[in-house]
């Protein structure tokens, strides 16, 4: 299995590509620069992100000599999609290179007092925005929020003379909270306009970085995963530090999904503002390349490199040759199983089939719609692959590899209704051989004219039948059995109704309508509704971050018309890896009744991200968790 998140170990070439923004930024000398790096998601934009910030930080290293006061670069890293529904998006930005600046004051012992009165403006922005949307929610009878909204909510209880001796030590308390705050962070400054305080706050930036003689690289990432009002909040953080001198600004996102985001924000502006409002932020707008063939291959192969028992040293051996590789492939050099073996003495049998499964694969990879070479796609393919052949160890079941893969990229990439014919060919035949199949594989490896109706109508099928191995004389049933949460193969020992049945198979295709069969779940046998959670918990195995996945909607409606079975599941959500577990889901499953064990193993784990022990323990303080 592969983790599926990004990496500053370059398995695509993208290094010649950071190293040259890293270039830019060196070459800038504190003149600011921003620059964006786009493509679609999964295509490799946070690794191409990492693998700028590890060039510059080599660079640094190279000329530590000439920095004894530290580095020349100070990095803040900001992710915005994980305050999304938490936090102001605006305000957290601000604060994080705040706290950012501070402390490496603190470390090189010099421009502290700038750093500190930069952190203070910050927090002036904090409070004003506070006090701001209060007046505004009381002129419109709304309850007011925070510091202010305490006193509102205590009067209210004092006109209605529901007061009590705890209520008066409430106001106090509030009282006295909304006076340190104001005293401390309004009082100095309550002549000046915002106008003038956001100036005041760039020029404060301005002569921290200069204090500290660094360049402060900020990079931004997972923006086209907000919801458009996060998206802009961030951007316009963003838009208060740009084009200030010691700073550098890098910034992935689709471009595409920006564009969408700015056209929600703002339905009334044209489409040439909407391209205007990105593109004036962007000095220097970079695309990661899309993959080839080759880059598809050499990538697939790295993966299974990177899984092999194989040394360390080796690994990487193996990665640095085949990147230069890469290098060259323009030249007609080709990146296969034959020159990967030249890069070390001896592979294992198991390791040549994988690079084996790698070349087979390779250009439908990268030439299919459903994948397209998108190595977040493909990463997430193999680990289908090796968790169904997991499956099939663990029962016993002889499946190839190669035909398993093959039937798995039909399942992914062709059509449905043609998967569908195929799947019912299989469980109706005798021998769990599609007899049908034979003729077209003969014609289509012969390479003769092969005309086929629909749905089988489609080039990615007539390219299909080509790659080996030919599966119309293998027993496919094996195949099906260890695929079945895509097509339930229901052995007799399941023992499942047709009505138990069909409702497994319409919450495996259909999970997130769950709701609607809830009522209908709850009149089955117990027994059975054990056999559906334990194909549901198959499924849900294979997803690799859990927010609200549609899954947990079909494994939540089993658990209310079964309880035991809300055990099985905070069992398997106890026992995620800690980078999958996202904020959404402290809401959806926390009012569960098992909810509050898998929170506590949470909260254990080091690896589980801030926002994610906030929402936790906002859950518990006030049992509402709102995510937008």
Known sequence: MWPDNETDRDFLNFTGVADTVAEIIVQAKGRPISIGVSGVWGVGKSSMIKLVRRSLTERSEIDKEKHKDGAPFIFVEFNAWLYQGYDDARAALMEVIGETLTAEAEKRKKGIEKAKEFVERIHWFRLAKLTVGSAVALHAGLPPVGLIGELYGLGKTFFSREETVD???????????????????????????????????????????????????????????????TTIATLEAIRLFLFLKNTAFVIAADDAMIKYAVRRHFPDVTDDLVINYFDKLIQLPIRVPPLGTQEVRAYMMLLYVENSGLDDKVREKIRAGICRQLGQTWQGKRVDRAFIQSLHDTFDNELIGKFDTADRLAHLMTTASGIAGNPRLIKRFLNALAIRMAISKAHGVGVDEAVLAKMLLFERIGNPKAYAALTKAVTESATGKPAFLAEWEGKANAGEDLQLAAPWDDPFVKEWLTLPPKIADHDLRGVLYVSREHAPLISPQDRLSSEGAELLTALLKHPEMAAEVRDRLSKIPRTEITVIMDRLLDQARQEQEWGVPAILEACLAAAAADPPQGQRLAAFLADLPAAQIKPGIVPKIGDQPWAKSVFEKWESLPGVAPPVK?????????????VQ
């Open 167 to 229: 209520t008066f030590e409430k106001a106090e308390k509030a009282a006295d909270k909304v006076e340190h705050t104001a005293s401390g962070l309004l009082a100095a400054k309550k002549k000046k306009s915002p106008p003038q305080e956001i100036h005041a706050l760039r020029e404060s930036f301005e002569t921290t970085l200069e204090a500290l003689e660094v360049t402060l690289v900020v990079l931004i990432d997972d923006l086209d995963r907000c919801l458009p009002e």
């Open 614 to 626: 906030k929402a936790i323990k906002q859950r518990r303080e006030d049992g509402d968790v709102v």
